[in-house]
């Protein structure tokens, strides 16, 4: 199935939803964004996963310089155009402001402002402190409140954990799911369709998972396996085809299309030890110890993480991971650390490359070069 | 000749605030080795809790560096110690009404000397940052800054950092912790809105963050000190407010508007840090007030009531320093309020609040909700509302390359400007001192037309 394919089953889901009386969420997809509440209050929570071009990066001028980041640019010019694959975007009822980053802020309010969709907002701590946590649940309730003031009627505590554990079951498919032998390629089409999808997409998940038994194909892959950290492959991105046109294959997505989302379970014991839904999503908030937005440890968590995926990968296989450091053009979060981080997983022997690029078409040439290149030296 | 020096040297608190900024290398050391007083970096005007304990020393970190400093101003500093800066500056003042050639481009040279050796400084240290690892994405602002860390960090003992809406800045305070052998980091959130107890919570922020301050100090924390420090900090936002609402919105300037500029300029860089000594600091805000008032009831300065006034900003993350001096050729008067547009010149509020530490937390927190703001909708209107209480006539909004968080705003606050205050506005692009000036006096003669 192509992307096309994807957007146009993805549209009539979603008016299916609204004629079912849902109202739709819309958000630049963070790994913080709690959907659940969004489940729980009956929104369908929609995650803006898609990747830009040039014309939604030029679109977007309008509004920001062009030294924003170009996935930000992206979403505004998206809803600037407004093609005719993404017209699903009118049927947006609400839009949330967050703070992942400051582009995320500034992006999403123009999103809202200008295309008049009603803002929610929801901004995180920076800190992941004891106080940070604390205020992180007074942006939860606040989330609630103006949930409840939209729908009138109250969020029901046993309606959340139940979404709750709606999305952590999800989430455990996706896991087990990405520890499968299939092509990066393959694996990258159906986690952007799951997330994009939510827990609706439980089902297909579990018939692939069947397919596969019933067939128990074992691919062996000659190419070289890398690890894909930093910023996400998002819907409609050819960065993957890059990568396996130069011999390079994607085992570890660690990125909001990856592993930043479906890491992100909470074990059963808290389930059933906190009794509170909304401290489950702090509780959450607080181990998300490898999410790019926090300080001041964000560095020293991805390196350890890498460095444990690496070694981890060696000893079960023998081979060594590459890792492809994707970074969005302008993202303040991945390319301010990122010559650090390259530095110092090259001193444990972990080779490296930073990947900056935006959404042009004309860079295609130069980033097959640098990844053809990446992968020989592996 | 420099339109500035001849009237600098009128004011002897501004060449004292000059001196100190220029000089802050030997105070600091003196401090440090000396005294055995710690030094604590700060950026943007965050330095007040430091002042809280008498042995730390609050420095925003440029000033650690050696400046290329005319000879003369280290002479002149020397003389003042005996004959005292006012009687300097008069002197200074007669020399250059006698028209002698030579002292005279001494004295042109001295003050150029203050401007360009910051000037030079701050783009030293960019090429610093960036070839620490910085990428070219950032804006300048956090490229020196980290290009001063580089180079002098490790003279402190901590960098107090403050989380804020701007997420570039926010890893940029972290990536500090990457240079060889780091000060040690204690970090104070603000929340980004104030909902439920935020305030409290920022509150409880605030003491944890004197507590890494005690450990460094070595002393407990007394609240007296911090109050009596916060009632200094409060008469130096007041001279500065004065000079900005009362004396710049006036028709007759003390000086020329070039100068004026230049002076708004000194107070915003020396803010921050209050050049280490807040008491010293606030002496020479309230000298020059008076300077600038004598001079104003002396008939003694220019008349500027017909000069539109043009709001220049942001111009703390970077810019180019010689636009005040184009519009002022170009028949305008510059002025720059940053910290004002984002209430970073608001009392602290000791007087309603019994707790320094809670004061300063309705502080900050307004300075987060109402005047820095969590989105771009509350940064504009903080804009238009200091380009109203100054009458401003135009604004030259500083577009930064790579800055992430304000530059974004100018769609917005264009758009503002024009639907409810009816004044023009233009956006200058900016990446490193002295890159562009050609670009910015065609713009800013396009703009200035606007007014002829």
């Known amino acids: ?378 | 000749m420099s339109l500035i020096a001849d009237e600098i040297v009128r004011f002897s608190s501004v060449l004292r605030i000059s001196y100190n900024l220029l000089t802050g290398r030997d105070y600091l050391k003196r401090k440090k080795f000396r005294e055995k007083k710690k030094l604590i970096s700060i950026a943007l005007p965050f330095s007040d809790l430091v002042y809280g304990f008498p042995n730390l020393v609050p420095t925003f970190p440029i000033r650690m560096h050696t400046f290329e400093m005319h000879k003369y101003l280290t002479y002149l500093g020397s003389a003042s110690r005996i004959f005292g800066w006012k009687n300097v500056s008069n002197f200074l003042g007669i020399i250059k009404n006698l028209n002698i050639g030579d002292v005279n481009k001494i004295i042109d040279e001295i003050i150029n000397d203050v401007i360009d050796a910051v000037n030079n400084k701050y783009n030293e240290m960019y090429e610093l940052g960036i070839e620490n690892g910085v990428p070219t994405d950032f804006c300048y602002g956090i490229k020196s800054l980290y290009g001063m860390h580089v180079s002098k960090g490790k003279n402190v003992e901590a960098n107090l950092n403050y989380t804020i809406r701007c997420s570039a800045w926010n890893k940029y305070l972290e990536s500090l912790k990457t240079i060889e052998n780091p000060a040690k980091q204690i970090w104070i959130d603000i929340p980004p809105r104030n909902i439920g107890n935020a305030l409290e919570l920022l509150t409880e922020n605030l003491y944890d963050g004197i507590r890494e301050l005690e450990k460094i100090s070595g002393n407990n924390y007394d609240r007296n000190i911090l109050r009596n420090h916060f009632q200094v900090a409060n008469e130096i936002r007041n001279y500065y407010k004065t000079i900005l609402y009362d004396i710049s919105t006036l028709g007759f300037y003390p000086c020329n508007p070039a100068t004026f500029s230049e002076i708004l300029v000194i107070l915003n860089n020396s803010f921050q840090d209050y050049n280490s000594n807040a008491i010293r600091y606030r002496d020479n805000m309230a000298s020059l007030v008076k300077e600038m008032k004598e001079r104003i009831r002396n008939k003694i300065g220019m008349d500027v009531s017909k000069m539109p006034r043009i709001l220049i900003t942001p111009m703390f993350g970077g810019w180019e320093p010689k636009s005040h001096e184009i519009i002022y050729e170009l028949g305008g008067r510059a002025f720059y309020a940053d910290w004002d547009i984002l209430l970073l010149l608001e009392e602290i509020p000791i007087t309603k609040i019994s707790d320094p530490v809670e004061a300063y937390a309705h502080y900050l927190m307004n300075a987060t909700k109402n005047g820095i703001g969590c989105d771009n909708d509350t940064l504009t209107d903080s804009y238009l509302r200091l380009a109203r209480n100054l009458r401003a006539d135009g604004l030259v909004f500083i577009q930064v390359f790579g800055c992430h968080s304000i530059s974004n705003c100018y769609a917005m606050l264009k758009d503002k400007l024009r639907r409810e205050l009816e004044i023009p506005s233009i956006a200058l692009n900016f990446n490193r001192i002295g890159e562009n000036i050609e670009q910015v006096k065609t713009r800013l003669g396009a703009f200035m037309e606007m007014f002829n």
């Open chain 1, 1 to 378: 199935m192509d992307n096309l394919e994807l957007l146009s089953d993805y549209s009539s889901f979603l008016r299916e939803k609204k004629e079912e009386g849902k109202k739709i969420i819309g958000f630049i997809s963070h790994d913080n964004i709690p959907e659940e509440l969004f489940d729980a209050a009956g929104f369908i929570p929609l995650r803006l996963l898609f990747a830009g071009n040039d014309e939604f990066m030029d679109a977007s001028h309008d509004y920001l310089p062009p030294s924003t980041c170009a996935f930000a640019q992206s979403c505004i010019g998206l809803f600037s155009l407004k093609p005719n694959q993404y017209e699903f975007l009118d049927l947006i009822d609400y839009f949330i402001v967050s703070n992942h980053c400051v582009s995320d802020i500034c992006a999403s309010e123009i999103i809202s402002k200008r295309f008049d969709i009603p803002r929610l907002n929801f901004y995180i701590p920076y800190t992941n402190n004891e106080n940070s946590i604390k205020y992180f649940k007074l942006e939860l309730l606040e989330l609630k409140k103006q949930l409840e003031e939209i729908n009138g009627k109250e969020i029901k505590d046993e309606n959340l954990k139940e979404s709750i554990k709606k999305y952590n079951s999800f989430k455990r498919k996706l896991l087990d799911f990405s520890f499968l032998n299939i092509s990066g390629s393959e694996k990258l089409k159906i986690l952007q369709k799951a997330i994009l999808y939510g827990p609706f997409f439980l089902p297909e998940l579990e018939s692939f998972f069947e397919q596969r038994s019933d067939n128990e194909i074992q691919t062996s892959f000659n190419s070289k396996e890398v690890l894909l950290t930093g910023g996400s492959i998002f819907i409609n991105d050819p960065l993957i085809d890059l990568v396996e046109e130069g011999g390079g294959n994607i085992t570890f997505f660690d990125s909001w299309i990856g592993n930043n989302y479906y890491s992100q379970i909470i074990a059963n014991d808290i389930l059933d030890s906190i009794k509170n839904p909304y401290d489950i999503l702090v509780h959450r908030f607080k181990n998300n110890n490898f999410g790019d937005h926090s300080v001041p440890n964000f560095l020293e968590n991805k390196i350890l993480q890498l460095e444990k995926i690496y070694q981890d990968h060696l000893k079960k296989t023998g081979r060594k991971l590459g890792i492809i450091n994707h970074i969005i053009k302008f993202c303040d979060h991945i390319s301010l650390l990122s010559s650090h981080l390259k530095n110092r997983l090259q001193e444990k022997g972990i080779q490296v490359l930073n990947l900056e690029r935006d959404y042009s078409r004309a860079i295609r040439g130069q980033l097959s070069t640098r990844i053809e290149a990446f992968l020989e030296m592996i």
